[in-house]
Structures are given as C-alpha cells and as structure tokens.
C-alpha cells in the first residue's frame, strides 16, 4: 500500500465515524422555543434592578459590572424552560408591582420607592421560598437577587473594587488575621 492510498483510507475512516457520530446525534433533543432575545431597553431595566439590590457605595454598583447582561446571559443559557418563564415573567411582575404600589413604571421610580418596593418584594419571596411546595419554581425576585450577586461578586469590578484582590498571590497562607469590617479575598 502506497501513502497516498493509506491517506485516502483514514480519510474515508475518520469520515465514516464523523457521519456515523453525527448520525447519533440526531437523536439528542434541543430546547423547543430557543432562547429569549433581551433588548438593549431589557438589559437597562435588570441592570436597574440589580443596582437597587447592590447600589454604588464606597465600591461600584451592579450596574457597573452590566449584571443585566450576565442575567440574561444565564437564564438563556442555565435554566430550564420553566424557570425562564418564571424569570420573564417576573420582569413584567415587578413592573406591575411598581404600578401598583407607585402608580409608575419602575425605571420612572426614585431610588428610595426602587428600594421600598424591593424589599416588600424580597420579604415576599421569602415567605413564598418558606412555605413553596418541592415541585413548585421558585420566586422571580429571589432569581433576580440570585443571578445580581453571582454576577457582581464574579465580574472583574466585583473582584477588584469590592473585594481585596491580589493578582499574583504568592505563597499560601492559611492563617491570615481578620478584623471586622476588611474585604473578603477574591
């Protein structure tokens, strides 16, 4: 055997097992609806949720690290349908609530109502979480509370600004003293 003919026959073999893999595939099943496409004016709005829930103090703010992006990002990408939907329609939830209680849109709300109305809505989610059955989903607010921390604490503002951050760490220390009130490390 020549190796132009050897070459032609691991190609032809490696082909084989492509098509032959592929063929398998065809079998796994995908997400019916497709993931939920979130506009610029979505992306604001989560990031105004978020930024309530984690304001701008001595350290940015959730909207500093785009949290809403990241939310949108992981619901369309980790969660199940049913949890989508619960998240989606939380969005439209929250705002009504905002109607409700302020007779506003919330991004129309100042920062004080913003705050009032997510701490009702925070003990809610936790009288819910409380009292919810194993096979009920979850509450929309704790997944937006959720999804802002994840976000913030990973993001590169979250690691640098809000926690001690320290590039190249060095040799490992285990006992290092804290005292109340420093960063946690990131």
Do not use: W
């Amino acid at each position: 055997m020549h190796r132009r003919e050897a070459v032609q026959y691991i190609t032809l073999l490696l082909g084989g097992t492509l098509i032959g893999g592929e063929a398998l595939l065809t079998g796994c099943k995908t997400k019916t609806g497709g993931p939920k496409v979130y506009s610029a004016d979505d992306i604001a709005y989560l990031n105004e949720i978020a930024d309530t829930i984690l304001p701008a103090t001595s350290t940015p703010g959730a909207k500093a690290a785009n949290v809403g992006q990241f939310m949108t990002t992981m619901v369309n990408d980790s969660y199940t349908d049913e949890d989508q939907k619960v998240f989606n329609d939380g969005m439209d939830n929250l705002n009504k609530e905002a109607n409700k209680q302020f007779k506003d849109d919330f991004m129309k709300l100042n920062p004080q109502q913003r705050h009032d109305l997510l701490v009702r809505l925070d003990k809610e989610q936790k009288d819910y979480m409380k009292n919810k059955k194993k096979e009920q989903p979850g509450h929309y607010f704790r997944m937006m509370k959720e999804l802002t921390l994840l976000g913030y604490f990973t993001s590169e503002v979250g690691c640098t600004k809000a926690r001690r951050y320290t590039p190249v760490p060095g040799r490992f220390d285990g006992c290092i003293p804290y005292k109340k009130g420093d960063k946690s490390f990131a």
